[in-house]
């Protein structure tokens, strides 16, 4: 009985250590910290002079940083900072609703694609539920949340049923252009997390986070634009201006 009580302790800390599905401190290259003089966002480069992030994201002087780790360390390597010439939300997109929630960045000049920044790949069919994604964005310490965020996180999770949707957002019209994602539905302990993180599945961008009552870390359902729905004024938008 001591031996098993022993050995039980002695992995105890190996088993709390190890999670498959949080991967810490690792950047996709796609992915884009979008600074400004209000809340950051998160933005995923989709071409060279194009970031696409959510509509409801306010960016006063906005930085456009690539290839960044760690927002409140300045002195980071391998960070490119570029301009932006335009932000474009979509026709539809309303302050008052989560639908259409989606906008897009062009930049004043071409990122240098590198080991750091790549583009991602847009979709060219529906992705189905049960498919497996990987949700990253930078979260907040708690015990100090008026510095910028210091902890990138991501999290693999996979696409629900729209039933399982409607369970945990009772409230809210679950539309054919949105994708849900998570485990855990319901509200959970509160964090800070910065906003519109990416859903990427396969290497292909699936969803842009709209809405999520809890935390991306902690895999609570959240709401997600559904991209394929939008590919066509994606297109038309960087093809046009």
């Not at 694609?113 to 049960?130: I, K, R, T």
């Not at 986070?209 to 559904?226: E, N, P, Q």
Request: net charge negative; glycine share 4%; aromatic share 10%.
């Amino acid at each position: 009985m001591k031996f098993i009580l022993f050995w039980a302790l002695l992995n105890l800390p190996v088993a709390l250590a190890f999670d498959p599905d949080y991967l810490n401190g690792i950047t996709p290259p796609y992915l884009v910290y979008l600074k400004s003089d209000y809340l950051p966002c998160v933005g995923v480069l989709i071409h060279p002079l194009w970031v696409i992030t959510a509509a409801h994201c306010n960016l006063p002087k906005l930085q456009v940083m690539l290839g960044i780790t760690n927002p409140s360390n300045d002195n980071e390597k391998n960070i490119q900072v570029v301009g932006h010439v335009k932000m474009i939300h979509h026709p539809y997109f309303s302050i008052t609703s989560i639908e259409h929630d989606l906008m897009l960045i062009k930049l004043r000049e071409s990122v240098e694609l590198n080991d750091y920044v790549q583009l991602v790949n847009l979709p060219e069919e529906p992705v189905h539920e049960e498919t497996m994604c990987m949700v990253s964005t930078w979260a907040y310490n708690l015990c100090d949340d008026s510095k910028g965020p210091d902890s990138l996180q991501n999290v693999n999770i996979s696409i629900i049923y729209r039933s399982e949707c409607l369970e945990a957002y009772k409230t809210y019209r679950i539309q054919e252009s949105m994708l849900c994602l998570g485990i855990v539905p319901g509200r959970r302990l509160p964090c800070k997390e910065v906003t519109a993180a990416p859903a990427v599945c396969n290497g292909v961008l699936q969803g842009i986070l709209t809405f999520l009552d809890g935390c991306v870390l902690r895999a609570d359902v959240g709401i997600y634009t559904r991209i394929f729905k939008y590919m066509s004024w994606i297109r038309n938008t960087m093809d046009n201006f």
